[in-house]
């Protein structure tokens, strides 16, 4: 008897009726315009809507508003279309070309020096800079205060 009841929920869910997919917790943020690439998404652009089993795919979907919101769009977000996990990024805090200020601290010791970043980068990503002192290329981490950090990575 159960068999049955999954067997007839999963095919509505198939079929595509709504009741059911909200029943079946399908209630997904959706983008309500078009959203571009580079696009910062704000709550104005997103509601919550049912959605069909058929149209979520095999894709890891964003579960809830919050995981969209301040977030930047990779790709083109069509409206009344789930929005999957690897089409949106956190926005980059430090821009390809941008002046930044290298740390290196280690110890008691704190160096500081200026550099142009080759990479844009978003806290706790790796990025490559160049010293415009010496004029050397390294590897450092992008800080939440927009710096990068050297040394120890």
């Known amino acids: 008897m159960l068999i049955r009841v999954l067997a007839a929920l999963a095919a509505a869910i198939i079929a595509g009726g709504a009741g059911v997919a909200a029943a079946a917790g ?13 696009e910062v998404i704000d709550g104005s652009m997103v509601e919550e809507r049912a959605v ?7 894709q890891m979907m964003v579960q809830d508003r919050g995981g969209l919101i301040g977030k930047t769009a990779r790709r083109t977000l069509l409206p009344g279309q789930p929005v999957a996990a690897n089409a949106i990024e956190t926005p980059p805090l430090v821009a390809r070309g941008a002046a930044v200020a290298i740390v290196f601290e280690e110890g008691g010791l704190t160096i500081l020096a200026q550099a142009k970043s080759l990479e844009a980068g978003s806290p706790g990503d790796i990025v490559r800079v160049r010293n415009l002192d010496s004029g050397i290329m390294v590897n450092a981490v992008v800080q939440a205060d927009g710096t990068v950090r050297v040394g120890q990575l």
């Open 26 to 38: 399908l209630i997904l943020p959706v983008p309500i315009v078009t959203i571009y690439p580079g």
């Open 52 to 58: 069909r089993a058929a149209g979520v795919g095999r």
